[in-house]
């Protein structure tokens, strides 16, 4: 028998509570502060639902979303371990993190840009300061510096791939000559 496979990709809207964090004694200059002046942090995932751009996707059970132009629907049967590996992957990814080098130029070239800041810290101060809080370098030595954080809830359409292997009939009446 022989094996093959192709290339299967899926879009997930991804629903994550995360943080908003402004870091004061940054000046967002790029190779010369190691962090953003603001960025956000994944703190944990509330939703994990399946994507389509296809209107007549509502005939299969989506809905179609309140805030941009695409359908949603629930996924009935989860593998929780595998949407963990995922949200782990966005998390550790830019613009919310960064686990190589590769992937802290890319952070570095996303959350020092001029209108990426702008915007989140637009978001920060538009937040009622009684739901700001402070936290020291101390308590959390990750950014080595102190830092303001605002909690917020923000949603991403990922894209996400995997090899699906199968198996295909070995002709009849054929001899494979190597």
């Not at 179609?64 to 963990?84: Q, W």
């Not at 992957?89 to 570095?108: H, I, Q, R, T």
Request: negative net charge; aromatic residues 16%; glycine residues 4%.
């Amino acid at each position: 028998m022989i094996r093959g496979y192709k290339n299967v990709k899926w879009n997930r809207l991804l629903t994550m509570e995360a943080s908003i964090i402004w870091v004061p004694d940054s000046q967002n200059r790029m190779g010369i502060d190691p962090w953003p002046k603001f960025h956000i942090r994944i703190e944990k995932l509330l939703g994990y639902q399946k994507v389509s751009f296809n209107s007549s996707s509502v005939n299969n059970g989506y809905l179609k979303s309140e805030k941009d132009n695409f359908y949603v629907k629930n996924i009935e049967k989860i593998n929780t371990e595998a949407v963990d590996v995922q949200f782990q992957m966005v998390k550790n990814s830019p613009p919310y993190g960064f686990s190589s080098e590769g992937d802290y130029e890319e952070f570095v070239r996303t959350t020092f840009d001029i209108e990426y800041s702008t915007d989140l810290q637009f978001t920060f101060f538009t937040t009622p300061e009684d739901k700001r809080s402070y936290v020291s370098a101390k308590a959390d030595p990750s950014i080595g510096k102190d830092y303001y954080k605002v909690l917020t809830q923000i949603e991403s359409i990922e894209e996400f791939s995997e090899k699906k292997y199968f198996s295909v009939a070995e002709p009849k009446n054929f001899t494979i000559i190597n």
